[in-house]
């Protein structure tokens, strides 16, 4: 699988108001990663390797080896591992094979220091769902 296509960035609320070029240029620092079932993506409490766009398969999130939540094609997380080097509030276990496009937060950084209107607006998209 190649970078991430435009429009599968373009339906995540942070990147939703970068124009063409920007996304172009995100989806050019983006990776994609294969898990297979039974696989820990992220674990909690380890530090954070990057943020995850889900391109085929199935993840659970668990938080306390509870069950909080479960991610598909479409979904994302670790958007605060863009930001900040903190550690991991959850596990993201492959329940079925898994394909996703990642973003490292030292992949983020270089595109940022070169484009700051694309840090201003996941920026803003983060207050807003903080808010």
């Known amino acids: 699988m190649a970078a991430a296509p435009l429009e599968v960035l373009q339906r995540v609320p942070l990147f939703a108001e970068l124009d063409p070029t920007e996304l172009q240029s995100l989806s050019d ?3 994609t ?3 297979s079932a039974g696989e820990q993506v992220t674990t909690e409490g380890a530090s954070s390797d990057g943020f995850f766009i889900v391109a085929d398969g199935q993840a659970q999130v668990t938080v306390d080896g509870q069950l909080r939540a479960l ?3 479409g ?6 591992a863009l930001l900040q080097g903190s550690e991991r509030t959850a596990t993201v276990t492959a329940t079925s094979d898994l394909e996703c496009y ?4 030292s992949d983020f950084r270089t595109l ?3 484009n700051p209107a694309i ?3 996941v920026l803003q998209s983060m207050t807003e769902k903080l808010g």
Not at 75 to 80: A, D, L
Request: no cysteine; charged share 10%; glycine share 4%.
């Open 33 to 35: 990663r294969t898990f």
């Open 112 to 114: 940022v220091e070169s």
């Open 29 to 31: 620092a983006m990776q």
């Open 71 to 73: 991610v598909s094609p």
């Open 119 to 121: 840090a201003w607006n």
């Open 102 to 105: 990642v973003l490292t937060p």
């Open 75 to 80: 979904n994302y997380f670790g958007e605060i």
